[in-house]
C-alpha cells in the first residue's frame, strides 16, 4: 500500500492550493478517503472525509474554503484549498481505508501517506 502526497508548499493567505495523493495497492474506489493536518505541538486533525458513495464532510473550520474530491480512474485524491489562512499551516497527511466508513478518527484509517507541508503566511 502507497499514498504519496504532493503539492504542499508556502503560500501568501488567500492564495489557493491543491493538494494530491497517488495511491496504490489497495481498493481506492470502495476505500473511505480523508485529508488530517497536524500542526507541531498539537494532535492530527481530521479536515475532510469522502465516502465510497461521493458523500463529503469537513471539519468546521474549513466548510466553505476546503474541497475533497476523488479521481477513481487514477486512483488519486485531491484537497482544494481556497481561501488558505494562516492557521491552517500543518503537515497535511492522506489517509485512507478499505473496510468502512466511519468519520474524522485517526483510528478510522489504516493506511497512511507521509505528509507533505503546507505553510499559509
Same mark, same amino acid.
Given at each position: 500500500?502507497?499514498?504519496?502526497?504532493?503539492?504542499?508548499?508556502?503560500?501568501?493567505?488567500?492564495?489557493?492550493?491543491?493538494?494530491?495523493?497517488? $495511491?496504490?495497492?489497495?481498493?481506492?474506489?470502495?476505500?473511505?478517503?480523508?485529508?488530517?493536518?497536524?500542526?507541531?505541538?498539537?494532535?492530527?486533525?481530521?479536515?475532510?472525509?469522502?465516502? $465510497?458513495?461521493?458523500?463529503?464532510?469537513?471539519?468546521?473550520?474549513?466548510?466553505?474554503?476546503? $474541497?475533497?474530491?476523488?479521481?477513481?480512474?487514477?486512483?488519486?485524491?485531491?484537497?482544494?484549498?481556497?481561501?488558505?489562512?494562516?492557521?491552517?499551516?500543518?503537515?497535511?497527511?492522506?489517509?485512507?481505508?478499505?473496510?468502512?466508513?466511519?468519520?474524522?478518527?485517526?483510528?478510522?484509517?489504516?493506511?497512511?501517506?507521509?505528509?507533505?507541508?503546507?505553510?499559509?503566511?
Amino acid at each position: 500500500v502507497q499514498l504519496v502526497e504532493s503539492g504542499g508548499g508556502s503560500v501568501q493567505a488567500g492564495e489557493p492550493l491543491r493538494l494530491s495523493c497517488d $495511491t496504490s495497492g489497495f481498493r481506492f474506489m470502495v476505500s473511505c478517503m480523508a485529508w488530517f493536518r497536524q500542526a507541531p505541538g498539537q494532535e492530527r486533525e481530521g479536515v475532510a472525509v469522502i465516502d $465510497t458513495d461521493g458523500e463529503t464532510r469537513y471539519v468546521d473550520s474549513v466548510t466553505g474554503r476546503f $474541497t475533497i474530491s476523488s479521481d477513481n480512474a487514477k486512483n488519486t485524491l485531491f484537497l482544494q484549498m481556497n481561501s488558505p489562512k494562516p492557521e491552517d499551516t500543518s503537515v497535511y497527511y492522506c489517509a485512507a481505508e478499505d473496510w468502512g466508513c466511519f468519520g474524522l478518527d485517526t483510528n478510522n484509517f489504516g493506511y497512511w501517506g507521509q505528509g507533505t507541508q503546507v505553510t499559509v503566511s
